[in-house]
């Protein structure tokens, strides 16, 4: 998908909305676990009451690869679900990887080419040669860990390596990466005081921005420092949409979440216009 695709997709839908598909089997509905492929069912239930709200979908791979061989098959049919039913809507698989370029490669083959993801998060610290076979991916689009939402980002990446922090050298650096037009980047919503500052070394870039919800970070302070003229944002908010009620009604319970979100993200594009 281009970038022009999703900033068009996000006015259509007047929400830049992205729903973490994070699903626990000691989370779901308890009649779910009856079904031959729980997580799968789950998913479905949530993507088929929720997709006019979000533009993006999220499944966070480790919540997969914990159930080994079904876990993968679940993810393989989800992502085949959403392109099959919903292809404008934009699919990031939060992976995490990284390896020396070679492997790098494999990876990038198993999300893009295999299952046939949107885009990848992958993280920063082995550098350009890790990097540079996921940017070689057209209308493929790698998002790079800049400044994570956790308290451990504080460790690491807002230290200071010469004249900048480590996340602001992530940032300046991968620009200059061979085809860096294809580089988004993580930036937690619990840092929204940092996207003022992350705007002027990387002022198009779409942001993928986790943390509101369950995390405690606020759309309001994302929006007011992150957004760009094309609006640059991706909001995700697992736990706190598809754990909304954990009965019968967790689908109905998930889009009334969605819904609430996507009115206040309405409400935001509006008054930018
Ligand atoms: O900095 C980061 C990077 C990734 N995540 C992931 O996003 C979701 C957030 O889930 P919530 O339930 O909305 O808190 C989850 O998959 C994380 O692994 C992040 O939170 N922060």
Redesign the pocket.
């Known amino acids: 998908m281009t970038t022009e695709d999703l900033v068009a997709h996000i006015h259509r839908k007047q929400s830049f909305l992205c729903i973490?598909l994070?699903t626990d089997l000691e989370k779901i509905p308890q009649h779910l676990l009856e079904e031959e492929d729980p997580i799968f069912e789950f998913n479905k239930g949530i993507i088929d009451a929720t997709h006019h709200l979000c533009v993006a979908y999220?499944p966070?791979i480790a919540f997969y690869e914990a159930h080994g061989v079904k876990g993968w098959k679940a993810l393989e049919k989800t992502i085949h679900y959403l392109n099959k039913n919903h292809p404008e809507i934009f699919t990031i698989a939060?992976a995490k990887r990284g390896d020396i370029g070679n492997t790098s490669t494999r990876y990038a083959k198993a999300f893009f080419e295999n299952l046939q993801f949107d885009s990848i998060?992958v993280a920063p610290y082995m550098g350009k040669d890790s990097i540079e076979p996921f940017l070689a991916f057209k209308d493929k689009h790698t998002i790079l860990?800049a400044l994570?939402?956790?308290q451990g980002a504080y460790d690491f990446q807002t230290q200071k390596t010469g004249e900048e922090e480590l996340y602001m050298k992530v940032l300046r650096t991968s620009k200059t990466y061979k085809n860096a037009e294809n580089l988004m980047y993580?930036v937690?919503a619990t840092k929204a005081s940092f996207l003022t500052g992350i705007r002027r070394v990387v002022p198009n870039s779409f942001l993928l921005v986790?943390?509101?919800?369950?995390?405690g970070g606020s759309l309001q302070e994302v929006c007011k420092y992150g957004m760009n003229k094309d609006v640059g944002l991706l909001v995700?908010?697992?736990?706190?949409i598809i754990y909304a009620s954990h009965t019968t009604d967790y689908a109905i319970a998930a889009a009334e979440k969605a819904g609430l979100i996507q009115q206040q993200m309405q409400e935001v594009l509006l008054k930018s216009k």
């Open positions: 973490g994070d999220k966070n939060d998060t860990l994570t939402s956790n993580v937690g986790p943390g509101v919800g369950a995390q995700n908010s697992s736990r706190g």
